[in-house]
């Protein structure tokens, strides 16, 4: 809230100082972030880091049971991604990542790049380090990252109410004392146990078109009390009390 004030307060000087600017202007001149700031537009057929970074913020935004690679490639899903997020925020679904769509990723996300309604404490209520997993601790904490994004587009198309999220990361120790399964994908850092309200249910059948390629709810052994969403690389959703 702080950082945002003092964004606020930076713009207004600028204008009052007589600084403008122009319409015309690249996003990272008029919209500069603490996190990370794209200095070119982005369309089908760019490739880089900075179209990395961008599937990083749209991988929620894709169809039924598809997932977005993190390639750095400008293909045709990274196109429709776009232009899901566009529509869903009220912008030109032209599929072409500037000025616009950048200015709206901007103030959807904090200084340590993280989606504004989630953090990496949300994430990991087992240590302070994201260490002692299956993967790297770099490695796990990247894919929290990768997982709030996602959790933020479900969080928006469910009409912005906010999710509560039980059990993200874990080291082996924290999913031993949990009695998690071995091959948990919560030791991969990309996993999220989600309570409270939507629905159980609701939840599991939203977070089929956000992205996760593991979702396992009420009717699957011992998640009749949450809803499990991942990135598995062998894909599989079970909830069948709620049709999936």
């Known amino acids: ?15 009052a100082s007589g600084v403008v600017v122009g319409v015309g202007a690249t996003a990272g001149a008029a919209h500069a972030d603490e996190c990370y700031t ?4 982005l369309s089908q057929g760019a490739s880089g880091n900075d179209v990395t970074q961008l599937q990083i913020r749209v991988a929620g935004w894709v169809t039924s049971g598809e997932r977005l690679s993190y390639d750095g490639q400008f293909g045709a899903r990274t196109t ?3 232009r899901k997020f566009q529509s869903a925020y009220g912008l030109t679904a032209d599929g072409i990542a500037g000025p616009a769509t950048f200015s709206k990723l901007y103030a959807l996300q904090d200084a ?15 240590n302070s380090d994201w260490s002692g997993g299956a993967v790297s601790a770099a490695t796990a904490k990247a894919n929290a990252l990768r997982t709030m994004w996602k959790l933020e587009a479900m969080r928006h198309a469910l009409g912005d109410v906010p999710l509560t999220i039980s059990s993200g990361f874990r080291s082996y120790a924290c999913n031993s004392a949990v009695g998690g399964a071995s091959g948990s994908r919560h030791l991969y850092g990309d996993a999220a146990d989600l309570t409270g309200s939507p629905s159980f ?7 089929r078109t956000h992205g996760f390629s593991e979702i396992l709810g009420p009717g699957y052994p011992d998640h009749n009390d949450h809803t499990h969403v991942a990135l598995d690389p062998s894909p599989y959703w079970s909830a069948p009390n709620c049709g999936i």
């Open 38 to 41: 794209w200095s070119r537009t």
């Open 201 to 207: 249910c609701r939840l599991a059948q939203e977070a």
């Open 112 to 126: 340590d790049c993280t989606p504004v309604h989630f953090s990496y404490a949300e994430l990991n209520r087992c």
């Open 1 to 15: 809230m702080f950082r945002r004030i003092a964004r606020f307060f930076a713009a207004f000087v600028m204008i």
């Open 80 to 82: 429709a991604a776009v």
